[in-house]
């Protein structure tokens, strides 16, 4: 496992091992193609950088804390639990970090117009606030569903400018916004630039969006040896297409010592078939232009998911973690909505941080992982975003009106 | 020959274009979707595009994607679909028929097994939206040998070079997709489509067909006057919704549009305008 040169995927076609690749219709090459060429061109161009650099700090920032969560930590009684506060990012959530980066390169590209997917919301009010900053036309795919569990995120989108669509096809939610998306983009290809969400999509948007997420790896394993003078023992983040996971991830990859640990939704439990849990109890196919594990039944159809958080609700992930699962880099676990909520509360009464509901499932496995290690090692959970936007869902779980 | 390769030889000798309807699997229902090819091929189809429903058909609009729910709601499956093409060909050994769908059914079939079954079902192409030449090294092999022939696009927005690259990869005929969109877009404009074909043929001399946002006889005719094969999908599709419930009246409806179409495309070829190819 040492032996593999992780810098060297994926390939130049995309491919992390039998994952990832390009699997979309003939009219979208071309564009792939086009965006592939301005992503090399402009990660090596020090102009670009430097531009996105400067809106990182100045816009987002960046860079945000690492926080040592003494109190969690005490009670856990094992490990120290540090967490790297995405939260604390203009917009509330590490989506930002990429909408910055492919909204520049919309720009230099001579695009128009903004179009995005979004789950939970984060990523549409991060692609309209970036849109808007730009004078960029903005418009936003949200499932149906989606829009009535995150009606805050939707009414800040619109706020910022952004059309929100309500996609009313399929299961309404992320993976219907998706395919609305992809349709909206081949009718529009040519002034119209796609920002992705996370690390899945064809090649080469889970390369791209994990360089623009890799930030967060980048500064954490920084802040840690500087807090401690050594590294982590164990990283957690969330999983839903997976880029703040990849984004803490990717730059620990060579680091062997460093345990990497996904937490995926088991929604209702992974034995009641109604979760979000690919990795974990799925297995490979081919949807939205790459080759992963999905969510699918015996014909090939895919299923249903279900989680009481809009962002993870999504039957596929990251082609970059399926190859980090199947090459044993990096191990895959899924948290019940019930347990997600527990790390919701837990947190938010031992540290004074109310966290997203995708987030919850981190904390969650966390207070499990945490007591089975000794006090001298260190766990960072990535703090992927603030739970302001579920705060109806937590009370409406909880029976209470507001 | 194949039976592809021989439906194209046989309508080049008579100056005409082929016309093939769209249809998908399953859709109204599952009963309905043999009488139904048997009825497009009386109107005059020279080849049937059977669509395989799939759960996310990104690459279509509104018309296909709801017949993909009406034939989901009974479960139609590749394997069902591969029951009706041999079910057909009980009857029909003549007419070739060509699955269109997305990739992942056919993954979780698995390759090896698809080809097999489609070869005993006697199925004659397929064509794979979301499975670009580039990422078809593993199926083309074993479709080969089934005798399948790998159907593939070329989109307006396909490069020369990439016109080469899948003009090598592809048997059977290329499918141009005549406008950027999904399926069912706007009406296609023909004047600029000319030009376009005589481009890919520098490339292959592969029968060209072309769809997406063919919907009447008028535009059908204009498009036989320079391509070899007119895909019409939507047009059909719709009526399928209009009818649901009456599979009969779908057959008859989709006919009289197939009907139609055959009578000017005839027409505007006999016309004296020379076959392409
Ligand atoms: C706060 C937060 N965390 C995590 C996610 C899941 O996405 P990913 O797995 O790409 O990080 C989302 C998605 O909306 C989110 O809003």
Redesign the pocket.
């Known amino acids: 496992m040492s032996k593999i040169d992780w810098a060297a995927f994926p390939d130049a076609r995309g491919h992390f091992g039998p994952y990832g690749g390009r699997f979309v219709s003939e009219t979208l090459m071309g564009a792939l193609d086009e965006l592939q060429k301005a992503y090399e061109q402009y990660m090596g161009d020090a102009d670009f950088m430097a531009e996105l650099d400067h809106d990182l700090k100045q816009f987002v920032g960046r860079p945000n804390p690492l926080y040592h969560a003494e109190r969690l930590s005490k009670e856990l009684a094992g490990a120290q639990v540090y967490f790297k506060r995405e939260d604390l990012n203009h917009t509330g ?3 930002v970090n990429n909408t910055i980066g492919q909204a520049l390169l919309a720009k230099r590209l001579g695009k128009t117009r903004i179009i995005a997917e979004t ?2 919301g ?2 549409g009010v991060a692609t309209a606030t970036v849109a808007a900053r730009l004078g960029l036309e903005c418009v936003i795919y949200m499932g149906e569903e989606d829009t009535r569990r995150q009606t805050p995120n939707v009414f800040r989108m619109r706020l910022l400018g952004a059309e929100v669509v309500a996609v009313k096809s399929g299961t309404r939610t992320l993976k219907d916004a998706l395919n609305e998306a992809m349709r909206d983009w081949v009718t529009n290809v040519d002034d119209t630039f796609y920002i992705i969400g ?2 899945a999509g064809p090649h080469p948007y889970p390369a791209m969006v994990r360089d623009f997420q890799a930030v967060i790896g980048r500064e954490a394993r920084a802040q840690h040896l500087e807090m401690t003078g050594k590294l982590p023992d164990a990283l957690v983040a ?8 990849i984004g803490l991830f990717h730059p620990f990859l060579d680091d062997e010592s460093v345990e990497m640990i996904g937490v995926e939704a088991a929604g209702a439990g992974i034995e009641s078939g109604r979760h979000s849990a690919p990795l974990c109890a799925g297995q490979p196919g081919v949807l939205h232009g790459n080759r992963t594990y999905l969510m699918e039944d015996e014909h090939g159809q895919i299923v249903g998911t279900h989680s009481v958080s809009a ?2 609700d999504y039957p596929g992930v990251g082609p970059e973690h399926a190859w980090l699962k199947d090459t044993g880099r990096a191990r895959y676990v899924a948290v019940t909505d019930d347990q997600a909520l527990e790390g919701f509360h837990r947190l938010t009464r031992t540290e004074g941080i109310i966290p ?1 509901l ?2 919850s499932h981190a904390i969650a496995h966390v207070l499990e992982l945490a007591p089975t290690m000794r006090p001298d090692q260190s766990i960072i959970v990535n703090l ?2 603030r739970g302001d936007k579920d705060l109806n869902t937590v009370a409406e779980r909880e029976g209470i009106t507001l | 020959m194949t039976r592809i390769e021989q439906r194209f030889a046989k309508l080049r000798s008579e100056n005409r274009a082929a016309l093939v309807p769209y249809v998908t699997a399953g859709d109204p229902e599952p009963a309905a979707t043999v009488p139904l090819m048997h009825a497009l091929v009386k109107a005059g189809a020279d080849l049937i595009e059977l669509g395989v429903p799939f759960s996310d058909p990104m690459a279509d609009g509104p018309v296909i994607q709801k017949a993909c729910e009406r034939a989901l709601r009974y479960g139609t499956s590749l394997r069902d679909v591969l029951g009706m093409v041999a079910e057909f060909r009980k009857t029909d050994v003549e007419t070739p028929v060509v699955l269109m769908g997305y990739l992942n059914p056919v993954e979780r079939m698995g390759y090896q097994t698809f080809a097999e079954k489609a070869r005993e079902a006697g199925l004659d192409g397929l064509l794979t939206v979301d499975l670009p030449p580039e990422e078809c090294d593993d199926v083309a092999g074993l479709l080969e040998n089934a005798q399948i022939a790998p159907i593939f696009l070329v989109a307006p927005t396909t490069s020369d070079e990439r016109i080469a690259h899948v003009a090598r990869a592809a048997r059977g005929f290329i499918y141009y997709v005549s406008l950027k969109g999904v399926t069912g877009s706007q009406t296609l404009d023909t004047s600029a489509l000319a030009a376009r074909l005589e481009a890919i043929r520098q490339h292959t001399d592969l029968p060209l067909g072309v769809g997406f946002g063919i919907r009447d006889a008028a535009t059908a005719g204009q498009v036989a006057r320079v391509a070899d094969a007119v895909v019409v999908g939507s047009a059909i599709v719709r009526l399928a919704e209009e009818f649901d419930g009456d599979p009969v009246g779908f057959a008859h409806a989709a006919s009289e549009v197939v009907a139609g179409m055959r009578v000017e495309m005839d027409r505007v070829r006999a016309s004296g305008v020379e076959a392409s190819v």
């Open positions: 959530a590490h989506k789950g939970a984060q990523h996370t690390v969330c999983v839903g297409g997976g880029s703040n996971a962002g993870l997203a995708e987030t992927s975003g």
